[in-house]
């Protein structure tokens, strides 16, 4: 271990590269734990390389960017478009969105390269803008294997960004000492050589805490579980925890729950659905033709000619929600029942083991049977294409940008159709591919991005085209990268 800490970074990589997998394979448990210890050095400084590019990269970028803006505004002052009200005002409405700092565009640059989410990618860049601007001993370290990359990152985060002279100091207090130590005391050493530095600053990011506080809930990863997260005000939070705590221990007293954590999040859950009203909306995705009163064969699918398990009376089940109650069509007495049994029968016996949402998780089969038999629930029907599983439509098609039109392309995306972009459809601008009025308003002509990719294709160098079938095509212009997206394939929703 030793002569692996006293050897060079850059021999330390060519040693490990030179050997085949045969050869890393066969060592003693000594010389494992040696190269193990080299890759770490190697991967340190390769992520201080990286870091070193990633700022470069975005400072030409953004003095390209910033050229580009300039331009944008002399064209419209030249050309006269004044007129935010007139053809050319969504355009100008975003030149004036321009954010005043151009790096907010670098980290959609960087995600499709780094294969990361634009929300990743973020970060990273962030880290090393602060890497390379404000904490050059962290990178110093990083670049001779002497700083992990998991512990720098923990200085990045602790440091404020705003203030080089802390940044300064904080980096004297921190080394060398902190070469040897552990990940975990890092950051408290970070956070006390901050608050020695600037006391000010420490009080000063404990209030900005306290405004990011937040509730977030997603996919566990495990079927028919849930994870949440949430940072909230420590008095309230409290609170919040002994109402759990008490209903819990009744809930483990009374044998509902096997254990105090299954009564602890039973009792989240009740605490929090005893004061809302929740109306529930099943999207049933049926193939073209599927169950269509207007085809040839009452009752048959146009595309496979087999029977359909939804007759003509299930029509009346699938309701619109966004009519009027009294505009539904169906027997009132009857239909509804009928087409309700239909659902029943059309997923019976069927190959599911669960229903994938992207952001609640696996539904498992007990889970649907319950929202089903629910008299409550309401059924709305998505056409999909049987070959592809792309949205065909949402139960109405127009011509005209209506909410059925809106939601049809919102059900079609589901998320900003930006390569690794994950913001939901519901947070989206329906965006014209081709600019209106050039561009129709038609589902083949518009895509979900939300409002920074939406500048993004505006004002970066970037455009996008999207083929008949919904399959959006991003082109990097200045570096030649293409990136496609696909419409939600509804098939891949049920697992």
């Known amino acids: 271990m030793e002569q692996v800490r006293a050897t060079d970074v850059a021999d330390l990589a060519t040693s490990l590269l030179g050997r085949s997998e045969a050869e890393l394979l066969g060592v003693d448990a000594e010389s494992a734990e040696a190269m193990v210890a080299a890759a770490q050095r190697v991967i340190s400084a390769m992520t201080a390389v990286q870091a070193v590019a990633i700022e470069a990269w975005g400072r030409r970028e953004c ?3 910033s050229v580009d803006n300039g331009e944008w505004a002399a064209l419209a002052v030249a050309s006269g478009l004044t007129n935010i009200g007139g053809l050319n005002g969504a355009r100008l409405r975003l030149l004036d969105g321009v954010p005043k700092d151009e790096h907010e565009f ?11 989410s634009p929300r ?3 970060r990273r860049y962030e880290t090393a803008r602060v890497l390379v601007g404000l904490l050059p001993r962290t990178l110093a370290a ?10 720098a990152q923990q200085i990045v985060d602790e440091v404020p960004t705003n203030d080089p002279a802390v940044c300064v100091a904080v980096e004297a207090a921190l080394f060398p000492k902190i070469v040897d130590r552990p990940t975990t005391p890092v950051g408290a050493l970070t956070r006390q050589a901050v608050a020695a530095a600037d006391p000010a600053a420490a009080a000063k990011k404990a209030e900005q805490a306290h405004l990011s506080r937040f509730v977030f809930a997603g996919p566990s990863g495990l079927p028919g579980l849930m994870r949440f997260e949430a940072e909230v005000e420590s008095g309230k939070g409290r609170q919040v925890w002994a109402a759990i705590e008490e209903l819990a221990a009744s809930y483990l007293k009374d044998d509902v729950a096997a254990t105090m954590d299954q009564a602890r999040a039973d009792a989240l859950v009740d605490l929090v659905l005893a004061n809302v009203t929740v109306s529930t909306v099943v999207d049933l995705a049926l193939p073209a033709g599927f169950a269509s009163h207007r085809s040839a064969r ?9 029977g359909s398990v939804l007759e003509d009376r299930a029509i009346g089940t699938f309701v619109d929600v966004d009519t009027d109650s009294d505009k539904e069509t169906g027997d009132k007495e009857t239909g509804s029942d009928a087409g309700r049994g239909n659902v029943f029968r ?3 016996g069927l190959p599911i083991a669960g229903v994938l949402d992207h952001r609640v998780g696996t539904l498992t089969n007990a889970t649907i049977e319950g929202i089903l038999a629910d008299p409550d629930t309401v059924f709305r029907r998505l056409v999909v294409d049987p070959d592809t599983g792309w949205l065909l439509d949402a139960g109405a098609a127009t011509y005209q940008p209506g909410r059925h039109l809106a939601r049809t392309v919102r059900k079609r995306d589901l998320h900003c159709r930006f390569p690794g972009c994950a913001t939901a459809a519901r947070f989206c601008h329906l965006d014209h591919v081709i600019p209106f009025p050039v561009g129709l308003t038609v589902l083949r002509n518009l895509a979900c991005l939300c409002r920074r990719h939406h500048r993004l294709k505006t004002h970066g160098h970037w455009s996008l085209a999207m083929s008949p079938d919904g399959i959006c095509t991003w082109v990097d212009r200045r570096a030649g990268q293409i990136h496609t997206t696909e419409p939600t394939d509804y098939r891949e929703l049920a697992v």
């Not at 640059?109 to 294969?115: D, I």
């Not at 009452?298 to 087999?306: F, I, K, M, P």
Request: charged letters at 20%; proline letters at 8%.
């Open 63 to 65: 003095e390209q960017l």
């Open 106 to 116: 670098m980290p959609s640059y960087l995600a499709p390269v780094l294969r990361l």
């Open 120 to 122: 990743s990618a973020r």
């Open 142 to 151: 990083m670049r001779v294997g002497d700083l992990e990359p998991h512990r």
């Open 298 to 306: 009452v009752g048959s699918c146009s595309h496979c000619g087999r």
């Open 346 to 348: 059309l997923l019976t």
